[in-house]
């Protein structure tokens, strides 16, 4: 064994004691496959009002430029699929938002991933990345052997299916590396059928426009007349694309008791949900992802689709 597998074998091993579903590495560098396909989509608007997508065009698609000296993109993934969801009789927020804001739970197990490396490797700089930085964390993913990206965009894995969340740390030390899998898409068009607002325009192409998530999270306006009768309940997120990918019949629980939902959260019927208080909204809500749409932003949602 080389040095270089010496070291990726420790930081995969220490990646799954730590919960971790899966760990792929690939060499830092230009996505050059991605810069035109995203220059494509943000000329067509399809990032909405989502401007901060327009920012670090650079960085975002070359890390070198984001982690000075880096060399390597550790990618992660994170399972978030629960043991229980909720009633499909009410009003339904996605999946990942059940339990306490992913953000705070994946970045404390960056650190300590980093921290083992310092302590087991030596002098390794990088810095940890979960959806809050300009990365293309699907494309880093795809390259690093851990999943393809499926026809509505998300990266799915055999046998895992594709509820989970993705992260990175980037770090200048080499490591070997991992190489992409194939697409297990097929002919199946499952994602592209079910989704009520026709966000996916094409297999692999989202118009995040159009995309439930966007509304009910990202637009920060009144919602468009033309949605009405559209968001099948969603009030925050969307889980209809995957929900109905065959390969989420292998989705298998996750392991981390801060992903569990707030007891009241699944006992929330319809009436409640309308009848939702700020006080409520902060007991239930406190430390989950919910929060980024606030309370009025819940609301609107709620009387969007109560009208």
Not at 51 to 76: A, H, Q, W
Not at 287 to 300: D, E, I, N, Y
């Amino acid at each position: 064994m080389t040095i270089k597998q010496n070291y990726t074998q420790l930081i995969k091993t220490e990646a799954k004691r730590l919960g971790f579903l899966s760990c792929g590495i690939s060499k830092a560098g230009f996505l050059e496959a991605e810069a035109p396909r995203l220059e494509k989509w943000l000329n067509k608007n399809m990032h909405g009002e989502m401007s901060y997508m327009e920012n670090y065009f650079d960085k975002r698609l070359d890390p070198t430029k984001l982690v000075e000296g880096s060399k390597s993109v550790i990618s992660l993934l994170l399972n978030y699929y629960p043991e229980e969801n909720q009633d499909q009789n009410t009003y339904k927020v996605s999946k990942y938002a059940y339990g306490t804001d992913y953000h705070f739970i994946i970045k404390d197990k960056l650190k300590s991933l980093l921290k083992t490396i310092q302590e087991e490797i030596g002098e390794v700089h990088g810095r940890a990345f979960v959806d809050s930085a300009p990365v293309l964390d699907k494309a880093w993913a795809v390259k690093s052997g851990l999943g393809w990206r499926g026809k509505h965009s998300n990266l799915i894995t055999q046998q895992v299916g594709s509820f989970y969340f993705i992260a990175e740390l980037i770090v200048d030390l080499e490591l070997a590396y991992d190489h992409p899998v194939t697409d297990h898409c097929g002919t199946c068009t499952a994602c592209i059928d079910a989704c009520p607002t026709q966000a996916i325009v094409e297999p692999y192409k989202v118009d995040g426009s159009k995309c439930i998530s966007y509304f009910t999270i990202e637009l920060k306006n009144e919602l468009p007349n033309s949605m009405k009768n559209k968001f099948d309940d969603w009030i925050f997120g969307c889980d209809i694309c995957q929900d109905v990918c065959p390969w989420n019949r292998f989705s298998k629980t996750h392991n981390e008791p801060l992903f569990n939902p707030h007891p009241e959260l699944l006992a929330m019927t319809q009436k409640d949900w309308e009848e939702i208080t700020q006080e409520v909204f902060q007991k239930i809500f406190q430390k989950s992802a919910v929060k980024r749409t606030k309370f009025a932003g819940l609301k609107r949602n709620i009387e969007f689709l109560k009208d």
